[in-house]
Protein backbone atom coordinates (compact mmCIF):
# COMPACT_ATOMS: atom_id res chain seq x y z
CA UNK A 1 0.00 0.00 0.00
CA UNK A 2 1.12 3.56 -0.99
CA UNK A 3 0.33 7.05 0.25
CA UNK A 4 1.24 10.22 -1.27
CA UNK A 5 0.11 13.30 0.12
CA UNK A 6 0.17 16.59 -1.03
CA UNK A 7 -1.13 20.30 -0.97
CA UNK A 8 0.88 21.40 1.74
CA UNK A 9 2.82 25.28 1.61
CA UNK A 10 2.92 28.04 3.31
CA UNK A 11 -0.06 30.22 3.75
CA UNK A 12 -1.12 33.36 6.04
CA UNK A 13 -3.21 33.08 9.00
CA UNK A 14 -6.81 32.88 8.24
CA UNK A 15 -6.53 30.72 4.71
CA UNK A 16 -7.36 27.64 3.87
CA UNK A 17 -5.62 24.86 1.68
CA UNK A 18 -6.89 21.41 0.67
CA UNK A 19 -4.65 18.77 1.17
CA UNK A 20 -4.87 15.35 -1.12
CA UNK A 21 -3.48 11.92 -0.26
CA UNK A 22 -3.81 9.57 -3.17
CA UNK A 23 -3.78 5.78 -2.52
CA UNK A 24 -2.74 2.74 -4.53
CA UNK A 25 -2.02 -1.11 -4.00
CA UNK A 26 -5.14 -2.05 -2.47
CA UNK A 27 -8.88 -1.41 -2.63
CA UNK A 28 -9.31 1.68 -1.15
CA UNK A 29 -13.19 1.79 -0.96
CA UNK A 30 -13.17 -0.79 1.74
CA UNK A 31 -11.12 0.90 4.42
CA UNK A 32 -10.97 4.20 6.46
CA UNK A 33 -8.51 6.56 6.17
CA UNK A 34 -7.22 9.78 8.78
CA UNK A 35 -5.18 12.49 8.90
CA UNK A 36 -2.63 13.19 11.75
CA UNK A 37 0.11 16.03 11.86
CA UNK A 38 3.19 16.74 14.01
CA UNK A 39 4.76 19.63 15.46
CA UNK A 40 8.43 20.46 15.56
CA UNK A 41 9.24 19.13 19.03
CA UNK A 42 5.98 17.49 19.71
CA UNK A 43 4.25 14.03 19.17
CA UNK A 44 2.15 12.74 16.28
CA UNK A 45 -1.39 13.96 17.17
CA UNK A 46 -4.82 12.88 15.91
CA UNK A 47 -6.53 15.51 13.22
CA UNK A 48 -9.36 13.70 11.21
CA UNK A 49 -10.63 10.53 10.05
CA UNK A 50 -13.31 9.32 8.05
CA UNK A 51 -14.62 5.51 7.32
CA UNK A 52 -14.95 3.33 4.30
CA UNK A 53 -17.52 5.25 2.24
CA UNK A 54 -17.31 8.92 3.80
CA UNK A 55 -20.24 8.57 6.05
CA UNK A 56 -19.15 8.95 9.08
CA UNK A 57 -16.08 11.51 9.86
CA UNK A 58 -14.65 12.45 13.64
CA UNK A 59 -12.38 15.79 13.99
CA UNK A 60 -10.30 16.17 16.79
CA UNK A 61 -11.69 19.25 19.13
CA UNK A 62 -8.94 21.36 17.85
CA UNK A 63 -10.01 21.71 14.30
CA UNK A 64 -13.37 20.76 14.49
CA UNK A 65 -15.51 23.31 12.73
CA UNK A 66 -12.44 24.28 10.27
CA UNK A 67 -11.45 21.25 9.20
CA UNK A 68 -13.42 18.85 6.64
CA UNK A 69 -11.97 15.68 6.02
CA UNK A 70 -13.45 14.07 2.58
CA UNK A 71 -13.05 11.21 0.05
CA UNK A 72 -13.73 9.98 -3.42
CA UNK A 73 -13.53 6.68 -3.80
CA UNK A 74 -13.56 6.21 -7.44
CA UNK A 75 -10.43 8.41 -7.80
CA UNK A 76 -8.92 6.52 -4.42
CA UNK A 77 -7.98 9.64 -2.73
CA UNK A 78 -8.85 10.84 0.66
CA UNK A 79 -8.78 14.70 1.50
CA UNK A 80 -8.79 17.44 4.32
CA UNK A 81 -10.14 20.84 3.97
CA UNK A 82 -8.55 23.45 6.13
CA UNK A 83 -9.76 26.79 6.52
CA UNK A 84 -9.48 29.34 9.05
CA UNK A 85 -5.54 28.16 9.66
CA UNK A 86 -3.56 29.38 12.86
CA UNK A 87 0.37 29.29 13.31
CA UNK A 88 -0.79 26.68 15.77
CA UNK A 89 -1.71 24.36 12.67
CA UNK A 90 1.83 24.76 11.55
CA UNK A 91 3.10 21.22 11.19
CA UNK A 92 3.68 17.69 8.99
CA UNK A 93 0.72 16.36 8.08
CA UNK A 94 0.42 12.83 6.98
CA UNK A 95 -2.25 10.50 5.96
CA UNK A 96 -2.81 6.81 7.30
CA UNK A 97 -4.83 4.19 6.25
CA UNK A 98 -6.15 1.31 8.61
CA UNK A 99 -7.08 -2.49 7.62
CA UNK A 100 -10.94 -1.80 8.92
CA UNK A 101 -13.85 0.13 7.75
CA UNK A 102 -14.67 2.44 10.36
CA UNK A 103 -13.20 5.11 11.94
CA UNK A 104 -10.43 5.55 14.66
CA UNK A 105 -8.32 8.20 16.84
CA UNK A 106 -5.07 6.20 17.40
CA UNK A 107 -1.91 6.53 15.74
CA UNK A 108 -1.88 2.46 16.44
CA UNK A 109 -5.31 1.36 14.86
CA UNK A 110 -3.36 2.89 11.32
CA UNK A 111 -1.31 -0.09 9.10
CA UNK A 112 -0.28 2.18 6.56
CA UNK A 113 1.57 6.18 6.62
CA UNK A 114 2.33 8.51 3.73
CA UNK A 115 5.63 10.55 3.89
CA UNK A 116 3.83 13.64 5.10
CA UNK A 117 3.62 17.59 3.43
CA UNK A 118 4.33 20.28 5.20
CA UNK A 119 2.05 23.10 5.89
CA UNK A 120 3.44 26.15 7.72
CA UNK A 121 0.81 29.12 8.80
CA UNK A 122 2.10 32.30 9.23
CA UNK A 123 1.14 34.87 11.69
Known amino acids: VQLQASGGGLVQAGGSLRLSCAAS????????MGWFRQAPGKEREFVAT????????YCADSVKGRFTISRDNARNTVYLQMSGLKPEDTAVYYC?????????????????WGQGTQVTVSS
Open 25 to 32: GRTFSNYA
Open 96 to 112: ASRIAATTATKIIQYDY
Open 50 to 57: INWNGGST
